[in-house]
């Protein structure tokens, strides 16, 4: 696999996909909505049907949350895509704010009025997020509003398909190491921490420990 420094990103997406969630908001009730980069297992890749920050805004980077308001609109990234965002995200509809140094959680309490309601995806946040983002909510008076259906989803009209291809073994070639092998390691370390199971959620530790890809 080789690494490119090609930009996969187009500015030209933002301003009719925005004008859309725009129109989704206004019909919902809705001042708001938070499009973080992530799926639904938080993990580090993400299958083209999720990649709705890349979809939204044209940002094709491996890190990146958007906040689309009714009049505006934010792309936070940190500091390893500072350039690359400026070139493939609309600047006249997006501003770029650091996901570091200004993340969404501090953003909101300084941004948003008393009564704005901020729809969020609560299958594509950690628990440590939404907790963070509530308590910024709660200091200005804003309401977090969990929605059962994406709106990106929704206006997403040639949104592809989920994958479905199987699971296959990954040869030993490549791994390295027996899953069995890898399992009773796995095993003896959660036995040293005095505990009897481990919950495994992270994609990559999954395919790693049964060498599945």
């Given at each position: 696999m080789?690494?490119?420094?090609?930009s996969?990103?187009?500015?030209?997406?933002?301003?009719?996909?925005v004008?859309?969630?725009?129109?989704?908001?206004?019909?919902?009730?809705?001042?708001?909505?938070?499009v973080?980069r992530?799926?639904?297992?938080?993990?580090?890749?993400?299958?083209?049907?999720?990649?709705?920050?890349?979809w939204?805004?044209?940002f094709?980077?491996?890190?990146?949350v958007?906040?689309?308001?009714?009049?505006r609109?934010?792309?936070?990234?940190?500091?390893?895509?500072?350039?690359?965002v400026?070139?493939?995200?609309?600047?006249d509809?997006?501003?770029?704010?650091?996901?570091?140094?200004?993340?969404?959680?501090?953003?909101?309490?300084?941004?948003?009025?008393?009564?704005?309601?901020i729809?969020?995806?609560?299958?594509?946040?950690t628990i440590?997020?939404?907790?963070a983002?509530?308590?910024?909510?709660?200091?200005t008076?804003?309401v977090?509003v969990?929605?059962?259906k994406?709106?990106i989803?929704?206006i997403?009209e040639?949104?592809p398909?989920?994958?479905?291809?199987?699971v296959?073994?990954?040869?030993?070639?490549?791994a390295?190491?027996?899953?069995?092998?890898?399992?009773?390691?796995?095993?003896?370390?959660?036995?040293k921490?005095g505990?009897?199971h481990?919950?495994?959620?992270?994609?990559?530790s999954?395919?790693?420990?049964?060498?599945?890809?």
């Amino acid at each position: 696999m080789f690494q490119t420094f090609d930009s996969a990103g187009d500015p030209a997406v933002g301003k009719p996909r925005v004008a859309l969630l725009r129109q989704w908001l206004e019909a919902n009730g809705l001042d708001g909505f938070i499009v973080p980069r992530a799926d639904e297992h938080q993990g580090e890749y993400v299958a083209d049907r999720s990649a709705r920050l890349k979809w939204l805004t044209g940002f094709s980077g491996s890190a990146g949350v958007a906040i689309v308001l009714r009049d505006r609109a934010f792309v936070f990234v940190d500091g390893r895509y500072t350039l690359q965002v400026r070139s493939e995200v609309d600047l006249d509809i997006f501003s770029i704010e650091s996901l570091v140094d200004n993340p969404p959680a501090v953003w909101l309490k300084d941004n948003l009025g008393k009564g704005a309601r901020i729809g969020f995806d609560p299958w594509l946040h950690t628990i440590s997020e939404i907790k963070a983002l509530q308590a910024s909510a709660d200091k200005t008076g804003a309401v977090l509003v969990p929605l059962d259906k994406n709106p990106i989803d929704i206006i997403w009209e040639d949104q592809p398909d989920a994958p479905v291809a199987p699971v296959e073994l990954h040869p030993i070639g490549f791994a390295g190491e027996l899953a069995k092998d890898k399992l009773a390691r796995l095993a003896a370390a959660i036995a040293k921490d005095g505990a009897t199971h481990a919950v495994l959620t992270d994609p990559s530790s999954i395919a790693w420990a049964f060498n599945i890809r």
